[in-house]
Structures are given as C-alpha cells and as structure tokens.
C-alpha cells in the first residue's frame, strides 16, 4: 500500500512541473516557502556558529547576534531594522527633538546630509532653516541607513501639539545614507550659511588611507631629508611620486567606472566625490581635514559596539588629530573675531551686536572658573583682542524669531569687491608667523 | 566704516565643521569634537554624515555644560553598546 502511494506522489510531482512552477511565480513565493526556509537557515546558521565560527564572529554587534542579523538580511534584504536603530539613537538625539527645537536650545546649527532614493534626485541638506520640524533621530537614522545594512527611511515630523509621526505616503520621500552622494556639503553651507571655510573630519574607512598629504599638511610638518623646510616630499621624491601615481590612476579608474555606470550598486560615487587624490589631501583652499590616525584593528570593528578600552583610542585619536589644526583654527577664526569685535565698538545700537562677541565672553568666563588653562593669547597684543580667541564659529547673527543672517549681509558677500577680503600688513605678518 | 567692516565681515563668511561618516570608525568623531570643544574652536555650524551624523546630532542638541558632562568615554560606552 505505502509503495503505491509513495508512487503515486512521485507521479503527481513529475506529472505536474507546470503547475510547480506557476507556483514559484506566483506571490506565495514570499510567505510560507520563505518562512520555512529562513527557519531551517537559521536552525543551520546556529549550529554551524556554535561549532565552527571563532569566538570574536559570535560577538554581538550593535546590540544583535550575528544570527539574528543574516536572517534578517534575508527575510527583509538588510542586516538591522529601522525602528531599532531610531530606539538607539534617541539619546544622542535629545530624544524627538526637531532642528528647530535644537538650534533654540543650542544656537548650534546642525545640518544633515540624505541622498533620496529616486534616481538623479540631488542630496538633500537638513537644517532648521530646511526642514525645523523634522525629529533629528529620524533624519539621523536615514542618514545612516547604508543599503544593505538598514533601509530607506522615512523621515519623522512633529507637528504643533507636540504629536510626532511620519512623513506622507510618498515614493520620493525615502532617504538613505547622505555619505553616498555627497560626504562633505560644502556647496550646501556656503549657500545657505555662507560658510567660507569648512573644518572636515574624515573617517571613511574607504578614504582614510588615502589622505596621505605627500607634502605635509596644517599640523603635520613634513621635514623629511630636509630639516630646514616643511613641504618636503614624505618618503623622498620617488616614493612620493608612485604613491601619488597610483592613487591618481586608481582615482581616474573609479571616475571611469562611475561615469559609465558600470560601478557596482551605489558604490559608484564612494569614491569619486572628495577630493582625496590630490597632493594636499583632500585640503582644498579653503577647507582643513582632520584625519584621525586609525589603527588597523578598526577595519575589523566596523559594525560592532566598541569597548571602553576602543573608546579610549578613539576619543585620544581624535583629540590629537583636532589639536593638530588648533593652531591653525585659532588663527582663522583671530580675524572673524576682530572684525566682530570692531563692528560691535562702532555700532550704536546694542541690539546690532554680532551675538557670538558675547558668547565668546561668557565661555571664556565659564572657563575660567572652571579652572582648565586658557590658550594663551600671544597673537594679538591688547588683552582685549585676546578674549576673542576662544570661539564660535562663523558669524551669528540671529535674531530670535529664528532668522538666518539678514538678507544684505548675504548679498554684500555676493558683491563684495576682492580687495575688500586683503588682509591688512599687520595681520598678513600674523599669518607669517603662525605658520612658521 | 561701519559699512566697510560689515562687508568685510560678510565675505569673510563663516566656518562650518563637516564631519564624515565611517561606521565604528565615526567613534573618532566624539574625540574630534572633543578635542575642538576643548580648545573652544568649536564651529557653531555643524553638519554630519552617517555616523558623523549621530556626532553631529549629540552636540547640536546639547548645551555647552551638557556637552562637558556627557562627552566622556564612559557614559559614551554605556550609550552605545547594549
């Protein structure tokens, strides 16, 4: 009896190949077949883990095994859900708070870069000017959803009672990762904040290694064979030369295999947009790049939660590439601050006062009490000029009602004549003699 | 004269700190903006990538004296991990 049925089951399955078939077209495809197979998956996945995978793969990263991650990249096509991640940044984030709320709160101007994910949609820069009742948890979440690892999000919004929901039904309003399109928005800020210089921090894993500076950069004097100068070739002239040969040939490759489309997926623009090819190192004229020194144990600590002892490294990493353009910070921001400081003395009415002239005064009374040694002020001779050293960046001016910058200081930068930027004697010997 | 420094002032422009993204390695970011928060170099305008992003996030939201408390490895580690 068994034999015959087993015959006959045998003889449905070879009987029936198009009705099978229709059935893997079919949207059923999604449902029970993918459930059970991602069971077994994940019972294969454990056991193969438990016996052979080394201690450091069963770690957990980001708060989740391994195995939970590799069946969710298979039941949803990518390692880490959104929801989790937007329970995990809310304390960075100030909870649901919006730009808006942040820059009342803070007078710092937090702008964050997303890439849309319609296709030739340009990267989108988020700020309280852009976007003042977006939630920053939700905009940072996108911001870091690489495709694979976490999905095109949608941005939140909290309306005026305070309730906080999602943005519209509405294709062209997924973002994903902003470091895709464009890493470093330089273009954005000086439109919107006329940002004139830009401080970058670099710690693409993909980059860093390419930021060599052949020729020294702000900090790192190079004085290579020549003790006296400090643009000497690093590594001598012909060590130089085929380190810039490679990396300029590579480069030319990646712009090659972006234009053509021919990149895979979205790594097409990783490596195009910075300029990091270039014999400063990703410096162009008006932009300084902090480039920690990572360790090569870092590349294998991706996606994972660091230690405190990683934590160390990192903080004390970034310090010492920070303090390596203090100097050359202080200097820039010398002259903002002077031209404050005199514009301030010749205004008469109080309320015209460039803001961060007395910002500046009250962190530098906090400061002060708090007992941490001042920089001291050896650049500028009056004691007076020296309390505009500790600083804020950039010009703020702003009004409480919200307003950026009025709109002629905008447009006087748009039509201020070049001799206008000169640098008097005095202050290009300033220059002189901070960089020797 | 007035006129003169204002426009000065203008075409100077202001700085803003861009910080990347990079995963894990965006973790050098806290010390970055440490290191700057220290010196009082810190740029007022702010804007952040991916992980520089969660950076960029925790100081824009912060006041001065909650950046001073809260940017220490320890309780970054109790953050971060879970």
Redesign the interface.
């Known amino acids: 009896m068994r034999g015959s049925e087993e015959r006959e089951e045998r003889s449905n399955d070879n009987g029936s190949p198009i009705s099978l078939q229709k059935r893997t077209y079919s949207s059923s495809l999604r449902s029970s077949p993918s459930l059970r197979s991602s069971r077994i998956l994940q019972s294969i996945l454990t056991t193969l883990a438990r016996r052979f995978a080394p201690r450091p793969l069963l770690a957990?990263s980001?708060?989740k095994g391994w195995i939970d991650l590799l069946t969710n990249l298979y039941m949803q096509g990518t390692l880490f859900e959104n929801e989790y991640w937007m329970q995990?940044?809310a304390?960075?984030?100030?909870g649901d708070?919006t730009f808006a709320e942040?820059y009342k709160?803070?007078?710092?101007?937090?702008?964050?870069?997303l890439s849309a994910v319609t296709k030739k949609a340009p990267p989108v820069?988020l700020n309280y000017v852009t976007a003042p009742n977006v939630t920053?948890?939700s905009?940072?979440c996108a911001?870091?959803a690489?495709p694979g690892f976490v999905k095109a999000m949608r941005l939140r919004i909290k309306d005026e009672n305070g309730k906080v929901h999602m943005q519209e039904e509405n294709k062209d309003q997924l973002y994903f990762?902003?470091?895709i399109d464009?890493?470093?928005?330089?273009a954005?800020?000086?439109e919107m904040?006329?940002?004139?210089?830009?401080?970058?921090?670099?710690?693409?894993?993909h980059?860093?290694p390419f930021l060599y500076n052949s020729k020294g950069d702000v900090g790192r004097p190079s004085r290579w064979s020549v003790g006296s100068r400090e643009d000497s070739w690093r590594g001598g002239y012909l060590l130089a030369a085929l380190e810039l040969y490679l990396k300029y040939d590579m480069k030319a490759k990646f712009n090659f295999l972006g234009d053509l489309e021919a990149a895979v997926g979205f790594t097409g623009t990783l490596m195009t947009q910075n300029n990091w090819g270039t014999t400063t190192g990703g410096r162009a004229e008006n932009q300084t790049t902090?480039v920690?020194q990572?360790a090569f144990q870092?590349y294998f600590?991706?996606?994972?939660?660091?230690?405190?002892n990683?934590?160390?490294r990192?903080?004390?990493?970034?310090?010492?590439?920070?303090?390596e353009k203090?100097a050359f910070?202080?200097t820039?921001?010398s002259?903002?601050h002077t031209?404050?400081e005199?514009?301030a003395k010749?205004?008469k009415d109080p309320s015209n006062v460039?803001a961060?002239a007395i910002h500046n005064r009250a962190?530098?009374r906090?400061?002060r009490s708090i007992g941490?040694p001042l920089?001291t002020p050896t650049i500028l001779g009056s004691p007076q000029a020296a309390f505009t050293?500790?600083?804020?960046?950039?010009?703020?001016k702003i009004e409480e009602n919200g307003e950026m910058?009025n709109g002629d200081?905008?447009v006087?930068?748009k039509y201020?004549t070049p001799s206008?930027?000169k640098r008097t004697p005095s202050e290009n010997n300033l220059m002189k003699g901070q960089r020797k | 004269?007035?006129q003169?420094?204002?426009?000065?002032?203008?075409?100077?422009?202001?700085?803003?700190?861009?910080?990347?993204?990079?995963?894990?390695?965006?973790?050098?970011?806290?010390?970055?903006?440490?290191?700057?928060f220290?010196?009082?170099?810190?740029?007022?305008?702010?804007?952040?990538?991916?992980?520089?992003?969660?950076?960029?996030?925790?100081?824009?939201?912060?006041?001065?004296e909650e950046i001073e408390r809260d940017l220490t490895?320890?309780t970054?580690?109790l953050?971060?991990?879970?």
């Open positions: 957990r980001f708060g995990q940044i304390w960075f984030a100030g708070m942040a709160k803070t007078g710092r101007i937090l702008c964050i870069t820069l920053i948890g905009a940072v911001s870091a690489v990762d902003g470091s464009q890493d470093i928005p330089t954005g800020l000086a904040f006329n940002c004139q210089f830009f401080l970058a921090a670099q710690a693409n894993p980059i860093v902090m920690p990572v870092d600590k991706l996606i994972s939660d660091p230690k405190l990683d934590l160390y990192y903080m004390r990493g970034g310090q010492i590439a920070a303090y203090t910070m202080k820039h921001y002259i903002a031209l404050n005199c514009l010749l205004t460039p961060e962190v530098i906090r400061k941490r920089p050293f500790s600083g804020v960046g950039g010009y703020k910058d200081n905008e006087e930068a201020a206008l930027v | 004269m007035e003169v420094l204002r426009r000065a002032r203008a075409a100077y422009g202001r700085t803003g700190l861009c910080l990347s993204g990079g995963a894990a390695m965006g973790t050098y970011h806290f010390g970055i903006v440490k290191g700057l220290d010196q009082g170099i810190l740029p007022h305008i702010l804007s952040g990538t991916s992980a520089g992003a969660v950076v960029g996030a925790f100081v824009g939201t912060r006041t001065d490895p320890e970054l580690e953050r971060l991990k879970r």
